[in-house]
């Protein structure tokens, strides 16, 4: 199969390498090894833009600003809403540079997953108030789907909401709440019919976690790390017109999947270049690390990462032809959480006892200790997003047509 870009691509492909070559603020460029976990340059983002130095969040701002010039900070949004309307295969070669260049994906979950739901299933009203914020980066949002007994059978949540005149009184917990420490707004599925079968009586809401009632806990990872909370919503009231789609089908509304990122295409360039940094590192650096007794290791995960990016293209040119990715994402998924297991462990076998050093400031740390962790923090990354046992489930029953049980 031919991946060579068309002429059309090719001149797109240089005018995005040109633009972020220009316009990238010099902060990002000089702290991609010290940031490591180049996977969540995402996350990185929103960090520096609310919760950032003055260095940081100046970076952010300008960043942003350049993005929304053109309209790429929502590259698949319509641009009457800001976006910039690019076809699926566009989106892929814009997403695969900004990788290639460490440029950050801005907005997270607001413009990748908010942001197409409401364009689908918002009013006019709701699409004014939420999406240009967003954009600009006014309002960060946390996702709130999945609680203490209802992740992987999402459709048992049990949060409720009881409607009370013009409004909805919340009580509940959700858990696993990406960057609810950083954001402000959360969009969320909660009960609003008891008595109706589970994938129904579910409605999608928005709700200001500024609202009295809305309280968030960090969840501390394995790697000392908060990237995820626990929220706990105690009588929080939201206007009913926060409310998306009709009452009752928000499974329907949440379950949109529009033409966002699918294609693992940042994680197959996030192993290619991990790879190229510890090659180089052990090529340049004198410490008696053991990359030639593992040699083949090495290789085996580059010819991975190579595996991964096909999956990447193939995922994108299904796109690009008009065809949902469905197993195809699947094997994609799988295959990028677990190489990216597999290449911090080959990195700390390199670097041997130096593989201890957690620090990313202590100066014997390899690569600022960027193997050491991502091999600890990594380990959920076959749970999060859909674990790897449903990843496969789905592969065997859609892809090989098996049958289930």
């Given amino acids: 199969m031919d991946w060579n870009d068309s002429p059309e691509q090719a001149a797109f492909r240089d005018e995005v390498r040109s633009f972020v070559k220009d316009h990238l603020p010099e902060y990002y460029d000089r702290t991609r090894l010290q940031r490591g976990f180049v996977e969540e340059a995402e996350r990185d983002w929103q960090w520096d833009m609310f919760h950032g130095d003055d260095e940081r969040r100046g970076a952010a701002e300008e960043w942003a600003a350049a993005l929304a010039e053109r309209g790429w900070g929502a590259p698949h949004w319509p641009k009457e809403y800001g976006g910039a309307g690019l076809s699926s295969i566009e989106q892929f070669i814009l997403r695969w540079e900004f990788a290639i260049l460490d440029a950050p994906i801005i907005g997270g979950g607001g413009i990748s997953l908010l942001g197409p739901t409401l364009l689908v299933h918002g009013t006019e009203e709701q699409k ?6 967003t954009l600009r980066g006014e309002i960060l949002w946390a996702q709130g789907y999945s609680e203490p007994g209802a992740g992987s059978d999402l459709a048992s949540l049990q949060t409720r909401a009881v409607r009370d005149g013009d409004e909805w009184v919340i009580n509940g917990q959700k858990l696993w709440t990406s960057a609810g420490h950083k954001a402000n707004w959360v969009f969320m599925l909660v009960r ?25 806990r960090p969840i501390i990872s394995m790697s000392w790390r908060h990237a995820t909370n626990e929220t706990f919503y105690e009588d929080v009231r939201v206007p009913a017109s926060q409310v998306v789609g009709e009452v009752n089908r928000g499974w329907y509304v949440g379950m949109t999947l529009l033409d966002y990122e699918r294609s693992s295409i940042a994680s197959a360039v996030a192993q290619r270049q991990q790879l190229e940094d510890l090659l180089d590192h052990v090529r340049d650096n004198r410490s008696p690390h053991r990359a030639g007794l593992i040699r083949g290791e090495i290789a085996d995960r580059r010819v991975e990462a190579e595996v991964l990016f096909n999956l990447s293209l193939r995922i994108a040119s ?9 197993y195809e994402a699947s094997m994609g998924k799988v295959f990028s959480t677990e190489l990216t297991q597999r290449v911090a462990r080959t990195g700390t076998k390199v670097f041997g006892l130096y593989a201890n050093l957690w620090s990313t400031s202590e100066p014997l740390s390899p690569m600022y200790a960027q193997c050491t962790q991502t091999y600890v923090d990594r380990t959920v990354g076959t749970v999060t997003g859909g674990a790897s046992e449903i990843q496969r489930n789905i592969i065997a029953t859609r892809g090989l047509g098996l049958p289930r049980g």
């Fill in 318 to 326: 299904m796109q690009a032809n008009g065809v949902l990715p469905n």
């Fill in 128 to 133: 004014q108030q939420f999406l240009e914020p």
């Fill in 192 to 216: 609003t019919d008891p008595d109706a079968p589970k994938h129904r009586g579910i409605s999608f809401m928005l709700v200001d976690m500024r609202t009295p009632g809305v309280s968030v």
